[in-house]
């Protein structure tokens, strides 16, 4: 399946990943793609942070689905803002 991942600086990444394909392995070709080390990688999925040991397929990741890429440094920072920005959708969904 492809997917997309987005970095923090705005770099588009689109990748060729088997389903099966743990989290950590999908770090170890965004490592080779963006030179950012593996272990700075944080990977976020629907606003909820991806463990290393979950399989892409059980996290329900599909086919041209969009995955965001932050380094640690400012990886709590952002996942707020992600998680905000996704409440703010899910209530403007529901005004509407």
């Known amino acids: 399946m492809r997917i997309t991942v987005m970095t923090a600086d705005?770099?588009?990444v689109s990748l060729d990943v088997d389903p099966?394909?743990?989290v950590e392995n999908l770090k170890a070709l965004l490592e080779?793609?963006?030179?950012?080390?593996?272990?700075q990688q944080q990977l976020l999925?629907?606003?909820r942070e991806m463990?290393?040991?979950e399989k892409l397929r059980t996290l329900g990741v599909k086919d041209d689905?969009?995955?965001?890429?932050?380094?640690?440094a400012g990886s709590r920072l952002i996942l707020n803002?992600?998680?905000l920005f996704l409440g703010m959708i899910s209530t403007n969904c529901?005004?509407?």
Do not use: A, F, W
Request: charged fraction near 20%; hydrophobic fraction near 30%; proline fraction near 3%.
């Open 10 to 12: 705005e770099q588009i």
């Open 20 to 22: 099966h394909e743990t």
């Open 32 to 39: 080779v793609e963006t030179n950012v080390p593996l272990q």
């Open 45 to 47: 999925y629907h606003g």
């Open 51 to 53: 463990q290393n040991s």
């Open 65 to 72: 689905d969009l995955i965001m890429m932050v380094s640690s």
């Open 81 to 83: 803002l992600h998680k």
């Open 94 to 96: 529901r005004t509407s």
